[in-house]
């Protein structure tokens, strides 16, 4: 096996494993808009999809949940579905590529190279498609919060959400994911199943096996 190949599906793995991760901690953070006024400049305010915190001067952090997903506002209830989506996505594609890979101990077999080719590709695919789903949500609440940011219907006095860290971490996970996902595709291609050569038995001149090869003569001696 070309140590080319080897590399490219452990980095493949790599990144898809790190990607998930990264999207878990974009779920879970609470940093996706923040908000700060000049009225009150020791406290600042952020927004996760989970619920609401406030960052005091001292570091002193208090968060409160949300009541109810029904009486979330849509773009908050659109992100948390599709991130959740894309952490099971995610996961499903690092557990059918880490058996698909070569390194992988298993039987040498025609047939389960073929199998473990085919669980790379759908790891592969399954990580592009979690990085897609984990794109959107991210960039849907950004749009959001530039045309806020910008809507001159709004007074200039009044505060605006601004882009939190969780925003780059989704960003960053999304584009692992879809690293990932064209690295482990490619490896696909590139290995090529060769198979083995199988003994094939020679037939003598006429169709006969010679006497003196033959295990059933026996020799006598007088």
Same mark, same amino acid.
């Given at each position: 096996?070309?140590?080319?190949?080897?590399?490219?599906? #452990?980095?493949?793995? &790599?990144?898809?494993?790190? +990607?998930?991760?990264?999207? /878990?901690?974009? $779920?879970? =953070?609470?940093?996706?808009?923040?908000?700060? $006024?000049?009225? #009150?400049?020791?406290?600042?305010?952020?927004?996760?999809?989970?619920? *609401?915190? %406030?960052?005091?001067? #001292?570091? %002193?952090?208090?968060?409160?949940?949300?009541?109810? /997903? /029904?009486?979330?506002?849509?773009?908050?209830?659109?992100?948390?579905?599709?991130?959740?989506?894309? #952490?099971?996505?995610?996961? =499903?594609?690092?557990?059918? $590529?880490?058996?698909?890979?070569?390194?992988?101990?298993?039987?040498?077999?025609?047939?389960?190279?073929?199998?473990?080719?085919?669980?790379? =590709?759908?790891?592969?695919?399954?990580?592009? %498609? +979690?990085?897609?789903?984990?794109? =959107?949500?991210?960039?849907?609440?950004?749009?959001?919060?530039?045309?806020?940011?910008?809507?001159? $219907? %709004?007074?200039?006095?009044?505060?605006?959400?601004?882009?939190?860290?969780?925003? &780059?971490?989704?960003? *960053?996970? +999304?584009?692992m994911h879809l690293v990932a996902g064209i690295l482990l595709v490619s490896s696909c291609f590139c290995f090529q199943v060769d198979p083995f050569p199988m003994p094939v038995a020679i037939p003598l001149q006429g169709g006969q096996s010679s006497p003196a090869l033959s295990p059933t003569r026996? *020799?006598?001696?007088?």
């Amino acid at each position: 096996m070309d140590s080319a190949l080897c590399a490219l599906e #452990l980095l493949g793995v &790599f990144l898809s494993l790190s +990607a998930w991760l990264f999207s /878990l901690a974009t $779920t879970l =953070m609470s940093q996706w808009l923040t908000l700060s $006024t000049d009225l #009150l400049p020791a406290e600042s305010y952020e927004l996760g999809l989970w619920g *609401t915190c %406030v960052v005091q001067e #001292l570091g %002193v952090l208090e968060c409160k949940s949300y009541d109810s /997903l /029904l009486g979330l506002p849509a773009d908050i209830r659109l992100a948390r579905i599709l991130m959740c989506v894309a #952490l099971g996505t995610g996961l =499903m594609a690092v557990m059918f $590529t880490i058996p698909g890979i070569y390194v992988v101990k298993s039987c040498r077999s025609i047939d389960t190279l073929k199998s473990k080719r085919n669980l790379k =590709m759908l790891g592969g695919t399954l990580c592009f %498609v +979690a990085g897609i789903l984990g794109l =959107m949500p991210v960039s849907h609440i950004a749009h959001l919060t530039v045309q806020r940011f910008f809507d001159k $219907t %709004v007074p200039y006095v009044v505060p605006r959400w601004e882009f939190g860290d969780a925003l &780059f971490w989704g960003w *960053t996970a +999304a584009f692992m994911h879809l690293v990932a996902g064209i690295l482990l595709v490619s490896s696909c291609f590139c290995f090529q199943v060769d198979p083995f050569p199988m003994p094939v038995a020679i037939p003598l001149q006429g169709g006969q096996s010679s006497p003196a090869l033959s295990p059933t003569r026996r *020799t006598e001696y007088v």
